[in-house]
Structures are given as C-alpha cells and as structure tokens.
Antibody, heavy 117, light 107 residues
Framework: QVQLQESGPGLVKPSETLSLICTVSGYSIGRGYYWAWIRQPPGKGLEWIGSIYHSGSTYYNPSLKSRVTISVDTSQNQFSLRLTSVTAADTAVYYC??????????WGQGTLVTVSS | DIQLTQSPSFLSASVGDRVTITCRASQDISSYLAWYQQKPGKAPELLIHAASSLQSGVPSRFRGSGSGTEFTLTISSLQPEDFATYYCQQLYSYPLTFGGGTKVDIK
C-alpha cells in the first residue's frame, strides 16, 4: 500500500522559509511517476505548487516559481518543498501526492502551515 | 494557463438524487481530466481519471464523461457518504490547475 506523509514545522514567521518533507512508503520514488506538492488555504480550493520526477526534473506554478524549490532524495524515498519569503497568504494545508498521467492517486494526510509572527 | 470552471459551486440534494457537476476547460485538454472528492479535514481522493476511468475501489454510481473542453461528473444515486466537495483537475499541460470546487450539501 502506497503511503505518503508530510512533515515539517507548523508555524513559520513572515519572510522566512517554509520547508516540508514528504516521505513515501510502499513504492520506490526511483521507479517513476511524478510527485507533487499541492496546497489549500483555509476554506478555499486546491492550488498545485509543483511537481518533480524521480530524475529531478521539475515543473512549478508560475505564480510561485520565484520562491519555490522542489527536490527529491531517492535514497531516503523522500521529496521536499522549500518556499521562501513567506507571507500570511502562504498559510495553508500542504499536501504531497503521487501523480500518474491522468490523476493524483495517492495523497498525504496534509499538514497545516501557519505563517505568523 | 488552462482555466477550469466548475458549475454549480454549490448544490443541495437529497439521498437518492441524481447529481451532475460540470467542468469546462478554457482550451482543449483531450481527456486529461481527473475528479476528486474531498471531505472536511481530509485529503482529496481520486474518483475518476482520464475523464471517464473509474479509480479502483470507487463505487460505480460515480461516472465521468466528456472530452475536449466539457466534462461532467455524475452521481447516479446520492448516498449519505457522498456529501462532500468535488474538484476537477486538468493534467494536459503545466501548470496543472484545479476547478473551484462544487460543494454537495444535504437538502
């Protein structure tokens, strides 16, 4: 059974960097597929942040591209998200997910990250 | 960017009702469309992929159809566990985008 689990600080100060890790079990990232970060501000809809392939190639949402880095560590079976210069608008539940060619079939439970001083 | 417009944004229905949700894309996305169900406090769950393929384990009362720019999700007989918010997503081109969501509530 494929499982994904997000981890990282739940509180980040404005202007600082948000860092999250997604640990995958039940499937080796190195075998393939894209792996994505998606977020959802409280009470709002879903926003795709970016995706990474096991080889390291990445795609980012243009609205966040200047602040986002997604990386993969196949030896740890993890991929990570860095979002710099955060503001209150970055407060959201952050999800990681596996992306097959026509849908995201496995998701983490999500982690709430609040940006506040 | 490809915009996805879902309608309605909210619908009120009763158990046993047939429910239809529409997702319109701003350009042709072939069949690269997925539907998700999200319950409060939970991650979205994949219902339909490739516009009309039922994800493994999803009840057959869920049906996806369409291609190009117009897609529908139909629930043939609404069950109590189906009250949730539904999202469409296009995977045709980057950036991947989601529709605004349709909340299905109890009448």
């Amino acid at each position: 059974q494929v499982q994904l689990q997000e981890s990282g600080p739940g509180l980040v100060k404005p202007s600082e960097t948000l860092s999250l890790i997604c640990t995958v079990s039940g499937y080796s990232i190195g075998r393939g597929y894209y792996w994505a970060w998606i977020r959802q501000p409280p009470g709002k809809g879903l926003e795709w942040i970016g995706s990474i392939y096991h080889s390291g190639s990445t795609y980012y949402n243009p609205s966040l591209k200047s602040r986002v880095t997604i990386s993969v560590d196949t030896s740890q079976n993890q991929f990570s998200l860095r979002l710099t210069s955060v503001t209150a608008a970055d407060t959201a539940v952050y999800y990681c997910a596996r992306v097959v060619n026509s849908g995201s079939d496995y998701w983490g439970q999500g982690t709430l990250v609040t940006v506040s001083s | 960017d490809i915009q996805l417009t879902q309608s309605p944004s909210f619908l009120s229905a009763s158990v046993g009702d047939r429910v239809t949700i529409t997702c319109r894309a701003s350009q042709d996305i072939s069949s690269y469309l997925a539907w998700y169900q999200q319950k409060p406090g939970k991650a979205p769950e994949l219902l339909i992929h490739a516009a009309s393929s039922l994800q493994s384990g999803v009840p057959s009362r869920f049906r996806g159809s369409g291609s190009g720019t117009e897609f529908t999700l139909t629930i043939s007989s609404l069950q109590p566990e189906d009250f949730a918010t539904y999202y469409c997503q296009q995977l045709y081109s980057y950036p991947l985008t989601f529709g605004g969501g349709t909340k299905v509530d109890i009448k």
